[in-house]
């Protein structure tokens, strides 16, 4: 459905999300016919819309492992994620998950909605998975058994210092850095890239994701998910559910800025990574979820609301990032638009704000060195632009034609 206010305060955006809805479009189109491959590519895009996309221009086998390898990731962090599940079953089928994906009968019924189709329906992700290329089959297999290794550790502990904090992190999406890493290189696409700033690829990603989560895992039943470490939130609160309350807005605040903080850490190790990237299908893969998760951020920073509901990047601001991130240039751009932003938001009164400002002005120094921001016409920070009466009504005529045939 088209927001009609987002439009008409951010009418640049609906060019972009034009062309994000007709190429959601065709990727429908090009889901194989082959059954358990059609099962795989249908969930994708009902589990993640925005990986179904940008994975479509990659080449078909490296395309397929990707998809086989996302959805056991789902499968696995399903059962993770799953809280009504007592840890004496739960434990045994996460260390055992590895084994699993090779039998096509496997089947473990968890979740809710999508996910719990997924879980059900396991053997047609399974009989996919024995199709693919030896290579593939076992960089998958490794990191799916040293993962569930780690999810099970980390189901009978808590997160407390932010050693244990970069650790699970690691098993839950680190390890996803060094599994792509190992898939690409399988391909033959691209050089086989350090475990150190593979690992970070998904630390950064992750921990955007647990800090976006918090009211949902604190709020979860029968039992909250606890992934903010002590050693951050206890300097702000005595419970880490005591940061939803209003009367702790300030100090909440404050915690939610540390976090912001440990993840912008980071940001140097993703930019080696992504600079190293040859081909461009992989590098549009890599780029797009990074340029959303410094955004996020962005978003996230001096923000009470991600204690009151969830706090996301604007549809249309999401689709001009998918259509304009192309080449390194247009990633210096985005995170050095995205980090101005951020820096416009630290207060001096904010405990970390010195070291805030020191890890913003790394990345901006980064960015400015790159040479890359000579020339470009920034769709992030830009100044505010006037509209006439024959335009608005030529965008609520879009609009209209939108409503009918999209």
Request: a neutral charge; glycine letters at 4%.
């Amino acid at each position: 459905m088209v927001n009609l206010r987002a439009i008409l305060k951010h009418p640049e955006d609906l060019y972009p999300l034009v062309k994000l809805k007709l190429a959601a479009r065709q990727a429908e189109k090009q889901i194989p016919a082959e059954p358990h491959l059609a099962f795989c590519y249908s969930m994708l895009q009902k589990v993640s819309t925005s990986f179904a996309l940008v994975i479509q221009q990659l080449d078909t086998d490296l395309r397929d492992a990707l998809c086989i390898f996302y959805l056991v990731l789902r499968a696995l962090d399903t059962v993770e994620d799953d809280t009504s599940i007592a840890a004496e079953v739960k434990v045994p089928v996460l260390k055992a998950f590895h084994s699993h994906i090779y039998n096509s009968e496997w089947h473990f019924s968890c979740g809710t909605k999508d996910s719990k189709i997924l879980m059900d329906e396991f053997h047609h992700v399974s009989v996919a998975f024995l199709e693919l290329g030896k290579g593939y089959q076992e960089a998958i297999e490794n990191i799916i058994m040293r993962m569930g290794e780690g999810m099970a550790k980390f189901i009978c502990k808590e997160v407390e210092t932010i050693d244990d904090y970069d650790e699970y992190c690691h098993y839950v999406a680190g390890l996803v850095g060094l599994g792509l890493s190992k898939l690409f290189h399988a391909s033959g696409k691209e050089d086989l890239q350090s475990d150190s700033i593979s690992n970070s690829m998904g630390l950064f990603l992750q921990k955007t994701s647990i800090i976006r989560d918090y009211l949902e895992d604190i709020n979860e039943i029968p039992k909250p998910r606890m992934f903010w470490p002590r050693e951050i939130w206890s300097k702000y609160a005595n419970k880490l559910e005591d940061l939803k309350y209003e009367e702790n807005s300030v100090k909440s605040v404050h915690c939610l800025n540390d976090m912001v903080t440990n993840a912008l850490t980071h940001v140097e190790d993703c930019l080696k990574y992504m600079v190293a990237l040859r081909d461009p299908a992989i590098f549009r893969f890599c780029a797009i979820p990074q340029i959303m998760a410094i955004g996020t951020l962005a978003l996230f920073y001096n923000n009470i609301q991600v204690f009151r509901g969830v706090v996301e990047m604007r549809r249309g601001l999401t689709a001009k990032v998918i259509d304009r991130t192309k080449t390194m240039s247009d990633v210096y751009g985005a995170f050095y638009d995205f980090s101005l932003m951020l820096k416009s938001k630290v207060e001096d009164v904010d405990p970390n704000a010195r070291k805030t400002k020191d890890n913003l002005e790394k990345i901006l120094k980064l960015c400015r060195e790159s040479g890359a921001l000579g020339q470009r016409n920034s769709y992030i920070i830009r100044s505010k632009p006037q509209y006439n009466a024959t335009m608005i009504a030529a965008i609520f005529i879009i609009i209209a034609i939108l409503l009918v045939y999209l």
